[in-house]
């Protein structure tokens, strides 16, 4: 005897229940994509026997339509009813700074009820990390302009109150984003709560000037999560030209995570993902170092 179609408590089998289902039963809520595109700048250098000075960036557009009339954002936009987050993500991140062609990795959601003065907007955020050189950034669609800004990451206070049964540790953090005429900033306070095996964050705007929406919230999350992919995964080789001094690459690490690295320490650490070449610098005013590549085959093993 053949197996007959499962049906619910209504008799229906599931064609018949989609044949009838009626999609208006629910509110549906729009749903966006941002995208974080972090860069390592170099700075002007004067002195030509010193490294050139390096430091994080952050593209963002300016906004040319309500809300947020000719404030910053990130870029990013709403997902169409026949396109996937990603295909929307890059979409929009073309149209809107003619960047196309990266690698990109979904970051987090972002839910909260009023998070969008226009309606109900839940955003898939997305985060990347590219060669700014490879790269022709130009202002399209509706954004007015679009421009990188350096990061700055400073923890501002930390407390811990002990609980009843566990602990909870509150965070003030402070971002400012400059570039050569804007200048954004704003606080966030990070409360973790642990009780037992319960572990919970919440994320709280303080203060904002000059940021959209809730991507100051967005800026904050992306950094610490970029510190921590930093230490076990291949992403900073991304900012990276093909060959690099391991001084180069060092600063590259101590200006995302916002520290000094002991050199010995940091040559030992990532021993395997770098490999040797037969080639040297040629700077002027500088002795001639080792040139390295990354391993392709580190992530593999």
Known sequence: MPNQPATDHNGLNEEEFLANYNAGSYERPSVAVDMLIFTVMEQEQNNYRKLAEKSLQLLLIQRGEHPFLGEWALPGGFVGIGESVEEAARRELYSETNIDNIYMEQLYTWGDVHRDPRMRVISC???ALVDRKALSVQAGDDAAAAAWFEVSYLILDTSREV??????QETLVEITLQS???KLSGVVKLTETIQGHVRQMNREIVRSSGFSFDHLLMVQYAIERLRG???YTDIVFNLMPPLFTLSELQRVYEIILGKDLLAAAFRRKIAERVIETEESTRDAGHR???????NVEWNLS
């Open 125 to 127: 955020s997305y985060m």
């Open 163 to 168: 609980l009843e049964q566990g602990i909870r």
């Open 180 to 182: 050569d005429e804007e």
């Open 229 to 231: 992919k930093v230490e």
């Open 288 to 294: 001639p170092s080792k040139l390295y590549r990354y």
